[in-house]
């Protein structure tokens, strides 16, 4: 039919976009959606009130963090994930697919050891937007949120000083690898066990979950974490990691390959990383 264009193509385009558009019919998104742009297949949709660029550095993120196993993002495509970019002035439970989420339960495996022992007062005492709004501005799975102030490393990110967003689609990545490559998945469950088991990372966030410890390697890999001391050592930048956690380091190289800067990463290398004053002997929270 003259004129007509195949969904297909209309993907394709969106893949080769500059500036972000209205979302394809095709992905089905919600009318809270007005922009769009495409990540190795993985729709990044965001409201109005969100920049251009703030979509297109999501997408220059996901895009590097896929490129070596392009099998991964084939993956997350065909099982439907998807990236939302909330404004400044947005929240988690603003989205669509989010409006009904209740805080966690006690028992909820994702608390980590502070929350668990402040659970009435972190969580208990407050309603379910209340907790949301204060704990997060992203999330990783198969409705990934990431935030505009965070891509863009604006100075009203609560999270100034470390990229989230590379973190939430590390999380993505992880959920690829487990149903693609077993083999590999296998090797970092042997990883994360020899860490809990050797004290590495001790009470950092990284040993909450292997999900936890996997993207938080992750933001080292790429060299756009904050700083994390153990014990008064200092692992930074990627060669801090290799001599720290090589088992975790070789299993981030197989899925990322040699890379280790994002293209549009705010907080790539950046001094922000290690913040102002004294450097403590742990970083871990203290509770």
């Known amino acids: 039919m003259k004129g007509y264009l195949s969904p297909a193509l209309i993907l394709a385009l969106a893949a080769c976009a500059v500036t972000p558009a209205a979302p394809p019919s095709s992905i089905g998104a919600e009318p809270f959606y007005a922009k769009h742009v495409d990540a190795s297949g993985i729709p990044i949709l965001s409201s109005a009130r969100v920049s251009d660029e703030a979509l297109l550095s999501a997408r220059d993120m996901a895009r590097g963090m896929l490129a070596h196993r392009p099998d991964f993002a084939t993956w997350l495509a065909a099982n439907d994930y998807r990236v939302a970019i909330i404004a400044e002035d947005e929240a988690l439970l603003d989205l669509p697919d989010k409006a009904h989420w209740t805080?966690?339960?006690?028992?909820?495996?994702?608390?980590?050891?502070?929350?668990?022992?402040?659970?009435?007062?972190?969580?208990?005492?407050?309603?379910?937007?209340?907790?949301?709004d204060e704990r997060a501005r992203g999330i990783g799975g198969e409705r990934t949120v990431g935030s505009e102030e965070d891509v863009l490393g604006l100075p009203t990110s609560r999270y100034f000083g470390e990229t989230i967003f590379v973190h939430e689609m590390a999380?993505?990545?992880?959920?690829?690898?487990?149903?693609?490559?077993?083999?590999?998945?296998?090797?970092?469950?042997?990883?994360?066990?020899?860490?809990?088991?050797?004290?590495?990372?001790?009470?950092?966030?990284?040993?909450?979950?292997?999900?936890?410890?996997?993207?938080?390697?992750?933001?080292?890999?790429?060299?756009?974490?904050?700083?994390?001391?153990?014990?008064?050592?200092?692992?930074?930048?990627?060669?801090?990691?290799?001599?720290?956690d090589p088992k975790l380091f070789a299993a981030l190289g197989a899925a990322y390959g040699m890379r280790h800067r994002l293209k549009s990463d705010p907080f790539h290398a950046s001094p922000a990383r290690v913040p102002p004053g004294p450097i403590p002997e742990n970083t871990a929270e203290v509770c």
């Open 103 to 132: 805080k966690p339960a006690r028992d909820d495996p994702r608390l980590t050891r502070c929350e668990l022992k402040h659970y009435d007062v972190r969580i208990g005492a407050k309603s379910d937007r209340e907790y949301w």
């Open 171 to 244: 999380h993505n990545v992880l959920f690829a690898i487990e149903a693609v490559d077993p083999a590999l998945f296998a090797e970092i469950e042997a990883a994360y066990a020899h860490a809990l088991a050797n004290d590495l990372w001790l009470n950092e966030y990284a040993t909450t979950t292997i999900q936890e410890y996997w993207a938080e390697g992750t933001q080292i890999w790429f060299n756009s974490n904050r700083l994390v001391v153990v014990d008064g050592l200092r692992i930074l930048d990627h060669p801090d990691l290799a001599a720290y």
